[in-house]
């Protein structure tokens, strides 16, 4: 049974034009910011450098036309549905295991850096 | 005859004929990985004390006339991405250099159960991403048959401890090929089950929708006993697909008859190496005279696994590592300014440059305005891919192919070319996209003295199947019984 | 100019499940003993997997359709990726394009309002309103931990507490139908009640189980009929009833001052997130977002898709209880109540209607019922800080006592003694003990409380204070009718039980004989 399970996209053309707008250095430093990256300016140049590699290779995507019938996007290999488990109590951690891989703790809480609230 | 080197079964023999204890067994495997293992960097982490203990218990049990598990008294190595708990599991990165899980993954708890003795965990690339073991943040793996070429990945350190008689078995992980590269480049058996077949719980994710716990072994007997043990439902996987396991060692000297092998024309087409292609068309030729019939075949989308695989493995990998920032487990930067610094300081140390490179991949094909031109595109694709392999299946039984399109290449040789790193896996991602098994088997010896390996794949849930067509070469053949001989160190 | 306001909320809720929505760990409130209801999974350890519970996905249905949403027939979870420490995965998994439910409403009583759009006549009341508020969607996804910060000022270090990360939580989301706030309240309340009806949440905003943001801004009518609609302003965490009233009041005056200095319009500048200071009763900025938040949606592969089937539709549907708003329309017709008493009753929950019920079923004066549970029992569960479930007098007692005043066994007044006398059993160390029928013959007795109707008896008493009272007799006889009230009186404090409209007949008679 094939089911629509994910949105059906952009029309191929408009796909097209996104891939071909080529990667920059700032676009790379937005990515690195959203994947909470610290990179170095050699990693930069570096990366803008190779992730524009692989991007202009995996354009070639675009060779297959996906707009025909509803190609259903593949997100699972098996088409499983409907796994629960029920709500039954199972055994939890201590605190003691809950915090020990932690990098810091005050024996009750994780600690991180003051945050402000929204930020 | 030395004990390092007999296959799984020959091991179990004579431990149950008690010619050999398990601790025999088991310090001569420590001692193989003590003479040997700093020319080759298999392993990651051996506590020979609690091997020894684990297998002075399972002599005791057999002494006292207890029953045993399945494995018992077989040293099994382990891919360091299971979570063993209690013992430091780091998936070969600075970020987890320091984690001590306190849960076991269910695999292990099955080989626990199966009482076989967990020898030590092996290196891989960081993070599993990656095709030699070369990102490993902590060692380069080496295939033991030239320590100048690469052990292949991900899963080097397992497929490498198989190959150097340092373990009879041992398990590793399969996302885009990461059991078979580096079953074929260190000449062992690899397989790679159905996605679904094998719980994933406790290993630790690279590409959720693609990862496959699987075994190694020096025969293909060997990782049918180790698959039968690992495989099966796991409530804790949502994605474990609930159907019997059958026991393949029963079923695997079983030759298929009217066996129909398929191959693909454009797999033996430009990059493949002239080696590879002639021991490929040997074992066709080995088929062909037990009477299997070689068809022609069309996967006409799989030369667009490479870049879907890339997109979707690490569209999956940002989402999955973006737990590891310093917070809840795992290293935190030393130096940082505020909160959100924190993570960017400990998330740019923590991991290696591969790491990152496919971390941003992912968050860049995720992100606004790119989703559905690189990850819902790749989506598609993918599925196309299965629906080529769900035909072919219609009239074949397997799918032969190389593993990979030469044998072991040098250390250094690709780490620059991220690029020509990804398009060695050309052969082996189209199963992990389409979710069905796949085995690596020995198959000749290149004119430079590596191996080469002849993949074999199946419609999902067939790893039966896989498994006796397999074993028909095998028999036919001495390839796997080839030891690499090392000197000692 | 006109201004309407345009508000739109966004409510969460904790469901009421035994354990957390992807692991076995309790689901629980439990500040003071921090990161214990923790394991694997819910801290996002390396290589852990969710499972969905089962019961957490029965409730969230069964609300959504008590909230008259459509139930998608197949649903899928998505991952929400966004960076804070009370996150272990840094991904919510929540729903995104295929949320279980959708285009739902619900009905709110109101007085007035801004607009005609959503309003229909109520079938029951002329005199209020009723507004549909509709629902954009409902969906399940799981709940964060808790960040506690340095309050001090110091900047030391913030605690996060995960016994909280992976409730189920339900985020309901309405329509901008509301127009004052008012119905914002009056909206959360009836959302409110009906979630405790449905058993499927306690709702308590202390404890955060149900917390809201509000979405509010302007609609300006110019002099020539132009409709210029001002940003939108997020209000978030708001956690009282009374909070979100006086925020949204506070919201719509500045606003306003901002449209009259500024003139923005609806896309000049982005999307405004506001929070509330309930101290000072102000709306503040709260610091920008160092990025536009790019949450980078997509199927969460671990977790596999769910298909609803018809059959299990219909078996929650035959485990629906009835909904506040039939409850309240049955009880106006079957036991004559006005639609104030009601609300009243409907309104203090499921436990407190059922117990109005079965004291009216049983007194068979539904009315009488409403006015002692409304007054005399509402009065004393306030004034002891306890629930209904905790009210010594138990619907059996009750029903009897007012029973004996429908039976003109007992007066109302005699009754509110008794009812005294049981409660004051209570508090002679007897708390927790219900209080049995037998107790009420007692009190009659020992405090001869029965209703005097032995004229014979009576007579004689009214004679004697007749003749102490020939003043007010003699007032009587000039037309002075409440000059026997004393008599009366004088008569009742002799004899505890005595009808008072039979005494005062027979005063009246003696008189004119």
């Given at each position: 049974m094939v089911t629509a399970i994910c949105r059906v996209g952009l029309p191929e053309k408009r796909l097209i034009g996104i891939m071909s707008v080529p990667l920059t250095r700032d676009d790379v430093q937005k990515v690195a910011m959203l994947a909470r990256l610290k990179l170095s300016d050699a990693e930069l140049d570096l990366f803008t450098n190779q992730l524009g590699q692989v991007l202009e290779y995996v354009k070639m995507l675009n060779e297959v036309d996906t707009d025909t019938d509803a190609i259903e996007p593949m997100v699972h290999v098996a088409e499983l549905r409907n796994v629960f488990r029920d709500d039954e109590l199972e055994k939890s951690l201590s605190r003691v295991e809950s915090l020990a891989n932690a990098p810091k703790t005050d024996g009750q809480f994780f600690l991180v850096p003051p945050i402000m609230e929204g930020t | 005859m030395s004990i390092t080197g007999l296959t799984a079964a020959e091991l179990l023999r004579r431990m149950e004929r008690e010619e050999l204890s398990c601790v025999e067994v088991t310090q001569a495997h420590l001692d193989a990985i003590d003479t040997h293992d700093q020319q080759i960097g298999a392993f990651l982490h051996v506590d020979a004390d609690t091997a020894l203990a684990q297998a002075e218990a399972i002599d005791r049990k057999r002494q006292s006339g207890e029953s045993l598990g399945s494995l018992a008294g077989l040293p099994v190595a382990v891919k360091d991405m299971l979570c063993t708990k209690g013992q430091t599991t780091t998936c070969a990165s600075r970020m987890l250099q320091r984690f001590v899980p306190p849960y076991d993954a269910h695999v292990i708890t099955l080989l626990k159960q199966s009482d076989a003795v967990l020898i030590g965990k092996t290196n891989m690339d960081e993070f599993a991403m990656g095709s030699s073991t070369e990102n490993s943040a902590f060692k380069i793996t080496r295939t033991p048959w030239n320590r100048d070429c690469v052990a292949g990945g991900s899963s080097g350190g397992s497929a490498a401890a198989v190959a150097a008689s340092m373990a009879p078995l041992a398990i590793g992980s399969d996302t885009g090929g990461s059991i078979r590269q580096p079953a074929s480049f260190c000449g062992v058996v690899g397989l790679k089950p159905t996605y679904g077949r094998v719980s994933r719980y406790g290993l630790i994710a690279y590409a959720s929708s693609l990862d496959q716990v699987g075994p190694f072994a020096n025969d293909v007997h060997g990782a049918a006993l180790l698959m039968q043990t690992i495989a099966g439902y796991d409530r804790r996987d949502s994605t474990s697909v609930n159907i019997d396991v059958p026991t393949f060692t029963k079923t695997i000297g079983k030759p298929l008859s009217e066996l129909r092998i398929g191959i693909v024309r454009e797999h033996f087409a430009e990059g493949l190496h002239v080696d590879v292609e002639s021991a490929i068309q040997t074992t066709l030729d080995v088929y062909r005279s037990l009477g299997a019939k070689i068809r022609d075949i069309a996967l006409p989308h799989s030369r667009y696994a490479v870049a879907t695989y890339y997109l979707i493995a690490s569209s999956e990998a940002s989402s999955n590592l973006a737990r590891y920032d310093g917070v809840h487990y795992g290293d935190r930067a030393d130096q940082f300014d505020k909160m959100v610094d924190m993570y960017a300081a400990s998330r740019g140390e923590g991991f290696g440059a591969e790491v990152k490179r496919r971390i941003m991949l992912g968050t860049y094909a995720l992100s606004s305005g790119y989703y559905d031109a690189y990850y819902l595109k790749a989506l598609k694709v993918r599925r196309l891919i299965q629906s080529d392999f769900d035909q072919a299946f219609q009239n074949v039984d397997v799918i032969a192919s190389p593993v990979s399109p030469t044998p072991a290449f040098r250390v250094g040789k690709l780490v620059d070319d991220p690029l020509a790193m990804y398009l060695s896996d050309i052969y082996t991602i189209s199963a992990n996209l389409a979710g069905i098994p796949g085995i690596s088997v020995p198959a000749g010896i290149s004119s430079d003295g590596l191996p080469i390996g002849l993949q074999l794949l199946a419609a999902p849930f067939e790893e039966e199947r896989l498994l006796r067509v397999a074993h028909m070469f095998e028999r036919e053949t001495e390839w796997h019984k080839q030891r690499v001989v090392l000197e000692s160190n | 100019m006109h201004f309407s306001t345009i508000i739109g909320l966004e409510v969460h809720v904790q469901l009421l499940t035994k354990t957390k929505i992807f692991c076995g760990c309790a689901n629980r409130f439990n500040p003071r003993n921090p990161n214990v209801q923790t394991c694997p999974v819910c801290l996002g350890l390396p290589g852990s997997l969710p499972v969905m519970n089962r019961e957490a996905f029965r409730l969230s249905l069964k609300t959504a359709m008590a909230l008259n949403c459509q139930i998608t027939r197949f649903t899928k979870w998505d991952r929400k990726q966004y960076y804070y420490p009370d996150l272990p995965k840094n991904y919510q998994i929540s729903q995104y394009d295929?949320?279980?439910?959708?285009?739902g409403w619900l009905e709110i009583e109101t007085e007035s309002d801004g607009s005609s759009a959503f309003q229909t006549d109520s079938p029951l009341s002329a005199s209020s309103k009723t507004k549909r508020v509709r629902l954009i969607r409902v969906h399940l996804e799981e709940d964060a931990g808790k960040n506690l910060h340095d309050e001090s000022g110091q900047g030391a270090d913030s605690q996060v507490d995960l016994n909280r990360a992976g409730t189920p939580l339900l985020e309901i989301v309405s329509q901008p139908d509301i127009r004052l706030p008012q119905q914002a309240r009056a909206y959360l309340e009836e959302l409110k009640l009906l979630l405790n009806y449905l058993a499927v949440s306690d709702c308590n905003m202390q404890e955060g189980s149900l917390r809201c943001d509000a979405n509010v801004n302007l609609h300006v009518q110019t002099d020539d009929g132009e409709i210029i609609p001002t940003p939108i302003v997020e209000i978030k965490n708001l956690n009282s009833f009374r909070g979100v009233e006086l925020a949204l009041n506070y919201e719509i005056k500045r606003q306003i001052e901002q449209w009259k200095q500024t003139g923005q319009k609806l896309g000049d500048v982005e999307k405004e997130t506001r929070g509330w200071d309930a101290d000072r009763e102000v709306t503040f900025a709260q610091r920008g977002k160092e990025e536009a938040s790019d949450y980078r949606y997509f199927p969460d592969p671990d977790l596999v898709p769910v298909s609803v089937s018809e059959e299990l539709i219909e078996t929650i549907c035959s485990e629906m209880c009835e909904l506040p708003a039939a409850r309240r329309c049955r009880f106006q017709l079957e036991f004559q109540l006005s639609n104030y008493d009601a609300m009243v009753i409907i309104g203090q929950g499921r436990i407190f209607a059922d117990y109005y019920e079965q004291v009216a079923n049983v007194c068979g004066d539904g009315k009488q019922a409403a006015n002692w549970v409304t007054q005399d029992v509402l009065r004393e569960l306030n004034d002891r800080q306890i629930t209904i479930d905790e009210f010594p007098i138990r619907p059996p007692e009750l029903s009897a006592l007012l029973t004996k005043i429908t039976g003109n066994e007992i007066t109302t007044k005699s009754a509110r003694e008794i009812f005294s006398e049981l409660l004051v059993d209570m508090g002679n160390g007897d708390e927790g003990k219900e209080i049995s029928g037998a107790r009420i013959d007692q009190i009659i007795d020992q405090k001869d409380l029965g209703i005097v109707s032995d004229v014979g008896q009576l007579d004689a008493i009214i004679a004697v204070a007749m003749g102490r009272n020939k003043k007010a007799v003699a007032d009587f006889c000039d037309g002075k009718q409440t000059a026997i009230g004393r008599i009366i009186g004088e008569v009742m404090r002799e004899v505890k039980g005595a009808d008072p409209k039979l005494v005062r007949k027979m005063i009246v008679d003696k008189i004119g004989s």
């Open positions: - | - | 295929l949320p279980f439910s959708s285009d």
